[in-house]
Nanobody
Framework: QEHLVESGGGLVQPGGSLRLSCARS????????MAWFRQAPGKERELVAA????????YFTDSVKGRFTISRDDAKNTLYLQMNNLKPEDTAVYYC??????????????????RGQGTQVTVSS
């Protein structure tokens, strides 16, 4: 069993930056494909960014392209999401997900093998 714990969320003004972290613990013997999802109030959870198991390819939803960066440090068993030029519409709970059974990513959070509990990001002046 593997556990994921997100951190780094908080309140930030529009135009500001945050870096989210997702720490893996437990049975971390293999390298999974990993992703970040978010869910804003009244909206469905959406895939924001993903990185393949080998780290060679990434995905970003259109609304965050050029502003967000996803990276992983497998030596530290940690996934990151660097968020720059944040906008009020980025306000959401951000979730980390991991899956050892896929090489790329899944579109639906609930289909991931391991899922975090989320961290709140609020962008407001």
């Amino acid at each position: 069993q593997e556990h994921l714990v997100e951190s780094g969320g908080g309140l930030v003004q529009p135009g500001g930056s945050l870096r989210l972290s997702c720490a893996r613990s437990g049975r971390t013997f293999s390298t999974p494909a990993m992703a970040w999802f978010r869910q804003a109030p009244g909206k469905e959870r959406e895939l924001v960014a993903a990185v393949t198991r080998n780290g060679n390819s990434v995905y970003f939803t259109d609304s965050v392209k050029g502003r967000f960066t996803i990276s992983r440090d497998d030596a530290k068993n940690t996934l990151y999401l660097q968020m720059n030029n944040l906008k009020p519409e980025d306000t959401a709970v951000y979730y980390c997900a991991a899956d050892e059974g896929i090489a790329t990513w899944r579109d639906y959070f609930q289909r991931y093998q391991y899922r975090g509990q989320g961290t709140q990001v609020t962008v407001s002046s």
